[in-house]
């Protein structure tokens, strides 16, 4: 019997966080699968970007950038590199810009675009509608929210296995020059309620934390992943200049990429 595909996060729920490379897709690719990642194929967007995916049974990271010719979204361009985009699941756009609206937050209507996608050696186009949310208004990064109208062309058993056990994303860091207001906002967009303790704003999107702390610039400036055990990743890490390792323990660890300004908290869950 054939085990099912896995599905899109439901709506709300983290869909995936995006690292922005811009014109460094090969150099980022290659550093990547060289920590263990299984990169799925380069897509090519319609709206002229590019990406490679690094999949899990829910959220998955992207890295995106522009291509060496052709048309190159602004939006990739004018963003920094590193951490850069919060994406929430949407199960119906149109009624996700219909929700944002009435949160006071003007959204851009849903754009609709695609990439080709080869599975099983069939030649299709996975297909998404996304809206976004005033990019002055979260200065930290981009926010927007994804409708995945073909899932079965994302979410492939062939892409899930990492050989380094990457599993899954828990937490996302923002730091801010005010919290408590950007908390505020990031709970209007993501329609997820924001705790406070200790002077940490908190949001959950499904099983994934959004954790706002004080911090003299607005940005993105961690990220938190999960592995099924921390040796592989270690060993591939220490093997490259690129990639700065700290074991914190048995079962934790710290992977810090300079040349993409990536700080990435390593757990281990078997």
């Known amino acids: 019997m054939t085990a099912p595909h896995p599905v899109a996060p439901a709506d709300g729920t983290l869909d995936h966080v995006v690292i922005n490379v811009r014109r460094r897709m090969d150099e980022a690719a290659d550093l990547f699968a060289a920590l263990g990642f299984r990169l799925t194929p380069r897509g ?38 590193g951490l850069n985009g919060l994406v929430v699941a949407s199960r119906d756009a149109d009624a996700t810009h219909a929700r944002l609206a009435a949160a006071g937050l003007a959204a851009g209507p849903p754009v609709a675009f695609s990439r080709p996608v080869t599975v099983a050696g069939r030649e299709d186009a996975a297909r998404f509608r996304t809206v976004r949310v005033p990019a002055d208004r979260f200065p930290a990064g981009r926010l927007y929210h994804c409708e995945h109208l073909t899932p079965d062309l994302v979410w492939r058993p062939e892409w899930l296995d990492h050989p380094n056990g990457f599993s899954g994303i828990d937490a996302l860091t923002i730091e801010s020059p005010a919290p408590e207001a950007d908390a505020a906002l990031y709970a209007a967009a993501s329609f997820a309620p924001a705790e406070a ?38 060993a591939r890490a220490a093997a490259l200049p690129e990639a700065a390792w700290v074991r914190h323990g048995p079962d934790a660890a710290e992977l810090t990429l300079p040349a993409f300004g990536l700080r990435l908290a390593c757990r281990a869950a078997p």
Not at 46 to 65: D, Q
Not at 207 to 220: K, L, S, T
Request: aromatic share 6%; no cysteine; glycine share 12%.
């Open 44 to 81: 090519h967007h319609s709206l002229g970007s590019i990406n490679h995916l690094m999949m899990t049974p829910g959220p998955y990271l992207e890295l995106v950038g522009v291509p060496e010719t052709g048309p190159q979204r602004p939006d990739v361009l004018e963003s920094p590199s």
């Open 197 to 234: 303790a200790g002077g940490v704003w908190t949001l959950r999107l499904g099983e994934m934390r959004v954790a706002i702390v004080p911090g003299p610039a607005a940005r993105f400036a961690a990220l938190a992943l999960r592995f099924r055990g921390l040796d592989a990743l270690e």
